[in-house]
């Protein structure tokens, strides 16, 4: 089970990022997302955004960066 697990992460390995890769944003295409459940939304969807460690504030500023 683990072999064939490793086989598919290494098969769409493009599917992921890394620290050397981008997020992989793709170009020219458009996603419609809609929700499908009616407000009040669940408590998971209306958490307030907290703050990011320091190792992770960074590299979410390394990715905006790149989008800018």
Known sequence: MRNELIDVLYTYNNAFSSDNESLGAIKGHEVDITL?????????????AYPASPTAREALEKHIQEFI
């Open 36 to 48: 499908n459940f009616d407000r009040p939304y669940p408590p998971l969807l209306r958490r307030p």
